[in-house]
């Protein structure tokens, strides 16, 4: 769609967060418009300017019931309350089992993810996804005490997917692109909080993208063991921090590397090795940013790079 008027960055940069929030056609809050806007650092009040004196902006968006979007979309509302609600439902088994994942042996972290991390969740049988940072050269062992987990919350009916579980010494992520600073900056870690700090420090890259989402949208208190929790944790550590706990380290990775490995070879974003088990066999990542590029090509817009400041209003 061609514009009559061109575009200060700023403008482009909201176009440019709503063409990317579209692809999960998911109409964005002002608040969320700000922290997730992409390419272009700017504080909220002049977010709030552009949107409402941009004549660019004009032409392309609307606001519908306190969401912005493409003209349009306006049923894209409606998707959004409904999976606003679902998610509600589903947030406290999301803190509950976070909270228990943290308290295994040699989990150090553990970061709600995925579509529920936006409040998106489809319904209330959606996946709970989870990333989990873990001590160095425990990775597989901590990965199959979290299979135990999940399998017991299978038990109650609830589906949780840790498809992401990396050590400490593996903060940095080798992709970096818009899906992958977005994948950062929305995570909302439910344990472990100043290693969340750490991660993101470790990914400076990500602020390129999304200059103004330094912090978690969404803020909720640590749920990283404490008391008598920490002191259980630490003597699970101890009884298997040694040789048993090495052999069954090795044993878990070159039995789980075995059965993956064909799967792996086909898929460019799955990750098996000893700082890293990262299970995607369906590279989500790619085809988000094959919609996405479609999205922008559709508004004579070219794909995110370095990040612009917009003027103080």
């Known amino acids: ?52 004196d941009s004549v660019y902006l004009a032409q392309h968006i609307t606001q519908v019931d306190g969401f912005w979007m493409l003209h349009g979309r306006a049923a894209t509302c409606i998707g959004r309350r409904n999976r606003e609600v679902a998610s509600q439902k589903l947030l406290p088994a999301a803190r509950f089992y976070g909270k228990l994942l943290a308290h295994l042996p040699f989990v150090r972290m553990v970061a709600l993810t995925g579509a529920l991390s936006m409040h998106n969740a489809r319904d209330t049988q959606d996946d709970i996804d989870f990333l989990i940072v873990t001590a160095a050269d425990r990775v597989w062992l901590a990965r199959l005490l979290a299979v135990v987990v999940v399998r017991l919350a299978r038990l109650r009916g609830v589906q949780l997917c840790p498809n992401y579980v990396l050590a400490e010494t593996a903060l940095a992520q080798d992709r970096q692109d818009v899906y992958m600073a977005h ?28 200059p103004n989402a330094a912090a978690p949208f969404y803020n909720v208190v640590d749920s990283a063991p404490r008391g008598i929790g920490q002191h259980l944790q630490r003597l699970a550590e101890r009884l298997l921090g040694g040789r048993l706990g090495t052999r069954l380290e090795r044993w878990e990775a070159a039995r789980k590397q075995r ?40 508004y004579a817009l070219s794909a995110p790079q370095a990040v612009a400041t917009a003027p103080h209003t």
């Open 183 to 210: 994948e950062l900056a929305q995570m909302i870690p439910l344990a472990g909080q100043a290693l969340y700090a750490a991660m993101r420090a470790a990914n400076r890259w990500a602020a390129a993208f999304l």
């Open 259 to 298: 059965k993956f490995a064909a799967m792996q070879a086909q898929s460019g974003a799955a990750q098996m090795d000893a700082e890293r088990a990262k299970g995607h066999f369906q590279d989500h990542g790619a085809w988000i940013l094959e919609a996405y590029a479609r999205n922008l090509a559709a």
């Open 1 to 52: 769609m061609i514009s009559l008027f061109s575009a200060t960055p700023i403008e482009e940069a909201i176009l440019r967060t709503l063409l990317y929030a579209d692809v999960f056609h998911f109409p964005l809050t002002e608040a969320e418009l700000h922290h997730f806007l992409i390419g272009c650092a700017a504080d909220r009040e002049a977010v709030r300017a552009t949107l409402r």
